[in-house]
């Protein structure tokens, strides 16, 4: 199924200064969640953000959030995000069936809420390089397992080109200026 931005939404699940010292690859979750999220932004993508327990963790990493212009943040104690209260009937309510997943950890909140969703009806895109967990063994694992289940991994480049659809467009020249020709050279980790 290509990603359609009418039906999409793109959720940053966790991504909080309290989970950072113990993430592998935390900062690059971080930076690719903020890249998807702009360009999210840029297209009319809504970006929901998450947040574990905040009063223990913390709050959203603040270079994610300073990167979005109008993210909604939804703060949770349970570990699936569509269990608490109010988000599954929001979800509803935004009508956009495609859910693009990221953040931390990708082996206990991320796929906990990408289970959820998938079981719900809702199409989860697993964005590869903007996950994170504590060891990248737990992620890898989380990602098999998500795949089995019925998501699809997805590159962000392969979510924006198919937001865009065309190269022929304002869109298009704006979103390649600001974020697509950066990520040409940036190595990056998968899970």
């Not at 069936?97 to 990708?106: D, F, S």
């Not at 809420?113 to 989380?142: F, K, N, P």
């Not at 937001?163 to 697509?180: G, M, P, Q, T, V």
Request: hydrophobic content about 45%.
């Amino acid at each position: 199924m290509r990603m359609q931005r009418d039906t999409s939404l793109l959720l940053i699940v966790d991504l909080q200064v309290g989970l950072m010292p113990v993430l592998e690859a935390g900062e690059q979750a971080v930076e690719e969640a903020s890249w998807m999220g702009g360009v999210a932004e840029a297209l009319g993508v809504p970006v929901w953000l998450t947040e574990q327990y905040p009063e223990g963790l913390g709050e959203s990493v603040p270079s994610l959030v300073s990167s979005l212009a109008r993210p909604r943040t939804w703060r949770k104690t349970h570990f699936d995000a569509h269990t608490e209260s109010g988000f599954a009937r929001a979800l509803a309510d935004t009508g956009r069936r495609q859910i693009v997943l990221c953040g931390a950890e990708a082996h206990i909140c991320v796929l906990q809420t990408g289970l959820s969703l998938l079981a719900a009806g809702y199409h989860v895109a697993w964005l590869t390089e903007a996950m994170s967990s504590r060891r990248l063994e737990e992620a890898t694992l989380a990602r098999r397992r998500i795949e089995r289940a019925g998501a699809q991994a997805v590159s962000a480049d392969m979510v924006a080109y198919e937001w865009l659809e065309r190269c022929d467009d304002a869109r298009f020249k704006d979103i390649h200026r600001r974020f697509l020709k950066e990520r040409a050279s940036r190595p990056l980790r998968f899970a």
